[in-house]
């Protein structure tokens, strides 16, 4: 019955053939404009897609890094607790193991001949003053201090506010502004080896210019315009790259960092791909911040000549040096290709399937259209 019939037609219908009218108008303001959009469209998808961003690759952002860093250079220092000093890296470069982030020595206060005994604690920890020997429990830590309290308080007269005798390493640091200052440091060199790795596409590389010349490392220093792939740095050039001068940074102690970046377009010969280098001071926003500066203490152990444990205590200022790796690379891939054709072609379907609405505001009327139309059945 009907409902036989029904099903029949949608069955046959399967296989109507079906055809599509043009519409043409003959309006040349639709035209141009139609025209218009579709060179925008085209110019989006070849410009912006493929030839700017690339959208026939294939991407990796999850570069593997490994940096190494060597300094040379050495100094004369004069302190008045040693006498003339020559140091180098071992001395001013912490730490010595050559890692990605390191400091640079340019001024140190050095407390010398410290010995395990008993003294009075620095006038400049709070919690070490006092008036009685009550007010310095034995036994207690000092806080933000330089012992352990022994139960005496050391004053100069009976009425004066004194410190609490401590046991600890004596005598304790002096408060003295920093006696060795090493300008010089600025003619210090740093090789920065970098590699990298794109595990996607398994490729390897270094920031090391790949020449056959063995002496090439040893007479080079970096350039951006010279020598823009040789991984040796002077310090003041690397401050100087960052907008600052060197001895200005030098003098409380600053951090520089510097960017390594990898954007390597696979597709393209091995030799294309290299590093860009930026360099930034990474703590200038705090010039006159009470937080600004950068220092840190360390000590050297000895025996002296009746056999007596010592130590030298340093506390150092310096420039902080952090080496950052980032970056990308791409490479020709058939499905990317593919889905971003695919888009564009959909977009400028989606254009044409607007040309109507286009010519109704056009002409100010979304329901009629007065212009002079032409259909032809294909």
């Not at 060199?189 to 794109?198: G, L, Q, W």
């Not at 001068?245 to 960017?259: N, Q, T």
Request: proline residues 4%.
């Amino acid at each position: 019955g009907m409902a036989e019939d029904g099903w029949k037609s949608v069955f046959f219908s399967v296989f109507d053939y079906k055809t599509e009218k043009y519409v043409i108008a003959s309006n040349k303001r639709v035209g141009v404009l139609y025209r218009v959009i579709q060179l925008a469209v085209l110019g989006y998808i070849v410009g912006w897609v493929f030839l700017t961003k690339k959208g026939y690759q294939e991407t990796e952002e999850s570069i593997q890094s490994s940096v190494i860093t060597k300094l040379k250079g050495v100094v004369l220092i004069n302190s008045s607790e040693t006498g003339p000093l020559v140091w180098g890296p071992e001395d001013y470069v912490i730490p010595p193991q050559g890692e990605r982030v390191f400091f640079v020595v340019t001024n140190v206060i050095q407390t010398p001949n410290q010995k395990l005994t008993y003294c009075a604690e620095s006038s400049k920890v709070l919690d070490a003053h006092c008036r009685l020997n009550e007010d310095c429990v034995a036994g207690d830590a000092v806080i933000a201090g330089n012992g352990i309290k022994t139960g005496r308080c050391l004053k100069t007269s009976r009425n004066a506010t004194g410190t609490c005798e401590i046991f600890g390493w004596c005598p304790v640091e002096r408060n003295i502004r920093p006696e060795l200052c090493m300008i010089s440091a600025e003619n210090f060199t740093v090789y920065i080896k970098n590699f990298i790795r794109f595990p996607k596409f398994g490729f390897s590389k270094s920031n090391v210019l790949d020449t056959t010349d063995s002496s090439y490392l040893k007479n080079c220093t970096y350039h951006e315009v010279h020598h823009p792939y040789c991984p040796i740095f002077r310090l003041a050039e690397l401050a100087r790259q960052a907008k600052h001068d060197f001895k200005e940074m030098a003098v409380m102690a600053r951090s520089i960092g510097v960017l390594i970046e990898w954007n390597c377009d696979l597709d393209k010969d091995y030799s294309k791909c290299n590093p860009r280098y930026t360099f930034t001071r990474l703590d200038v926003h705090s010039n006159k911040s009470i937080t600004s500066g950068y220092n840190f203490r360390h000590v050297r152990y000895y025996k002296n000549t009746a056999g007596e444990d010592c130590r030298t205590l340093y506390k150092v200022y310096g420039i902080r040096f952090d080496i950052m790796v980032t970056g990308q690379a791409g490479k020709f891939n058939i499905i990317p290709t593919i889905i971003n054709i695919g888009s564009g072609v959909a977009l400028m379907g989606a254009v044409s399937m607007n040309r109507y609405y286009i010519s109704s505001i056009l002409n100010h009327n979304p329901i009629k259209c007065p212009l002079k139309m032409s259909l032809f059945e294909t």
